[in-house]
Nanobody, 120 residues
Framework: QARLAESGGGLVQPGGSLTLACVTS????????ISWYRQAPGKGRELVAS?????????RYAESVKCRFTISRENEKKTFDLKMKRLKREDRVVYYC????????????WGQGTQVTVSS
């Protein structure tokens, strides 16, 4: 059974840094595209960063987080991270990790979400 679990959310001051981690199990991790999304109250989920499956694939970022956030994956550990720096108040939302694969059909899994609060 596929399972994704985020950790690392919390309270940080504006301009600070935080790292979110996603631990996966029950999937062939290296064959999945992995992503971080975020969702503000009353709004849809926004794609923040992603890395497709395969070696040496360049990550992709939303314009709002470019040069501030870094996504990385460790295929052997079946985990992926989102390193966030220079956090802004508008980054204060719930973050979700996602793993997706299309093989005949869509396999799409989500973590439970972790809250990031940016406040002084």
């Amino acid at each position: 059974q596929a399972r994704l679990a985020e950790s690392g959310g919390g309270l940080v001051q504006p301009g600070g840094s935080l790292t979110l981690a996603c631990v996966t199990s029950g999937i062939t991790f290296n064959m999945y595209d992995i992503s971080w999304y975020r969702q503000a109250p009353g709004k849809g989920r926004e794609l923040v960063a992603s890395i497709a499956e395969g070696e040496g694939v360049a990550p992709r970022y939303a314009e709002s987080v470019k040069c501030r956030f870094t996504i990385s994956r460790e295929n052997e550990k079946k985990t992926f991270d989102l390193k966030m720096k220079r956090l802004k108040r508008e980054d204060r939302v719930v973050y979700y990790c996602n793993a997706k694969q299309v093989v005949g059909r869509l396999y799409n899994y989500w973590g439970q979400g972790t809250q990031v609060t940016v406040s002084s």
